[in-house]
């Protein structure tokens, strides 16, 4: 998410186009992929100098991208200005609240405001460690990114709800649970698992519903995972899958 945060800093390629997509940015063409879509956009505004290349994969793709600092920030103005982003970094961007409510989305980073702003955005980045639970998640969301976060339990009844959500991503402590595959819009799922285990340690199990998400298009997770066969009575959809 380092694109948000700095020019500097990188953002994969992969990622940008997973964002894009569930923003509802890529327009479908055919005989192509949303994937592919999204890759041409990106090689249109790197030809244009408005994206730079940061590194390149062995074939000669972009792997990871940047902005240059002075568009950044004119970036950042423009979306401020027309009330589709924010960037959160304390309290003291939270003044203008009544401003803050008519924006599309925000990237936050401080979680401590997000309780209190969650509630009028449609995509949130949280680039802060913090330790906490989530609160007043509404059924508009469609973009959660949350890696750094670390919950004590899996906000089962909150997420439950968000009925539109397309990208999440978190860090885990616990098992997960299969709520997180009835989510009937999601695309892509970044699981992070902060447990400490040992070689004797058994890779824990995806729940038997990850079968029937069927608008999953990337799953991908940091530690081993054991994957259950479905059994003869599971529908499988998992039409849209391509990474796993």
């Known amino acids: 998410m380092g694109a948000f945060q700095g020019g500097g800093l990188e953002i994969e390629s992969q990622s940008l186009a997973r964002l894009w997509i ?13 994937e592919e879509a999204a890759e041409e956009y990106l090689k249109d505004l790197i030809d244009r100098s408005l ?9 000669g793709k972009v792997k990871t991208c940047r902005l240059h600092d002075m568009l950044l920030e004119f970036c950042i103005k423009q979306a401020r200005k027309e009330k589709f982003l924010e ?7 939270c003044e203008e609240e009544e401003d803050m409510k008519k924006s599309r989305k ?68 616990f098992e997960l649970p299969a709520v997180v595959f009835r989510l009937p819009k999601l695309q892509t799922l970044i699981i992070n698992d902060s ?13 038997h519903d990850f079968w029937q998400s069927m608008n999953l298009r990337h799953l991908q997770l940091q530690e081993a995972h054991y994957l259950p066969p479905p059994s003869e009575f599971t529908e499988v959809k998992l039409i849209y899958l391509q990474t796993l």
């Open 22 to 34: 569930a923003e509802g940015f890529i327009i479908p063409k055919y005989s192509k992929s949303l």
């Open 51 to 59: 994206v730079l290349t940061a590194r390149k994969r062995f074939n």
């Open 87 to 93: 960037v959160i970094k304390d309290s003291k961007d």
């Open 106 to 173: 925000k990237v936050l980073g401080n979680f401590l405001q997000l309780e209190r702003m969650i509630g009028h955005v449609g995509s949130v980045f949280i680039a802060k460690h913090s330790r906490t639970a989530l609160l007043n998640l509404k059924l508009l969301l469609f973009i959660l990114y949350m890696i750094p976060l670390r919950f004590d339990s899996f906000p089962v009844d909150q997420l439950s709800k968000l009925l539109l959500l397309k990208y999440l991503a978190f860090t885990a402590s």
């Open 195 to 207: 447990r400490i285990r040992s070689d004797t340690t058994p890779a824990p199990a995806l729940p």
